[in-house]
């Protein structure tokens, strides 16, 4: 199923007219196949939405973390560090005459895809995992990630992005896990260890 598909389903189960699924889908992938987006685009939303297939049995409300996933990046601009805040607002507005979803809940789970830290909401913590599970890519595959954030932050010269970047890195190298549920420490932790420890040692 192609993501068009998936919001359209999404959308129409939650009781929103054809016309309006149309005209919010258009927006959507207007606004994430913006130029200015190397990762932070449809391809992304892609990914997560193949991990939230394999793993929605482990949600309480996939509804709401699939329109996470949807809307958790739709405001992302390299300079400004209110993006999840943002983006958590602008979904709830899409939201505004319908309580078909937990608003609370989708609010808390964009705004915690900012600092990725250990929820006390499991589906919190899948969608977390889901965003950050491309740190454990293959390394060919991790180039290609990071230097698709690097474009993203074209703005900054190197003397300014590399310290930055590095910090970003060490912050969760720091935290006693990257990942939030059991399931992906076990399959991915170690691995995404390796890739971050990699890519320091190239800033550095």
Request: net charge negative; with cysteine.
């Amino acid at each position: 199923m192609n993501l068009q598909e998936k919001y359209s389903n999404l959308l129409s189960k939650i009781g929103f007219d054809p016309n309006k699924i149309r005209l919010l889908w258009l927006d959507l992938e207007k606004t994430y196949s913006t130029k200015s987006r190397h990762y932070h685009n449809l391809n992304h939303l892609k990914e997560m939405i193949e991990l939230f297939d394999e793993y929605q049995n482990n949600l309480k409300d996939p509804d709401e973390v699939l329109f996470s996933i949807f809307y958790h990046d739709y405001i992302y601009k390299a300079t400004k560090k209110d993006n999840e805040l943002k983006s958590a607002e602008l979904a709830l507005k899409v939201l505004s005459k319908n309580d078909s979803l937990n608003k609370n809940l989708i609010f808390d789970a964009i705004c915690a895809t900012q600092l990725h830290q250990q929820n006390e909401i499991e589906d919190i913590n899948w969608l977390i995992d889901f965003d950050l599970k491309i740190l454990s890519k293959e390394w060919e595959d991790y180039q290609v990630y990071f230097n698709q954030i690097r474009k993203e932050y074209r703005i900054y010269p190197d003397f300014l992005y590399q310290p930055g970047r590095k910090k970003a890195l060490e912050h969760f190298l720091e935290n006693e896990f990257i990942f939030q549920t059991e399931e992906f420490r076990r399959l991915y932790e170690e691995k995404a260890r390796i890739n971050i420890k990699k890519e320091i040692s190239l800033l550095t």
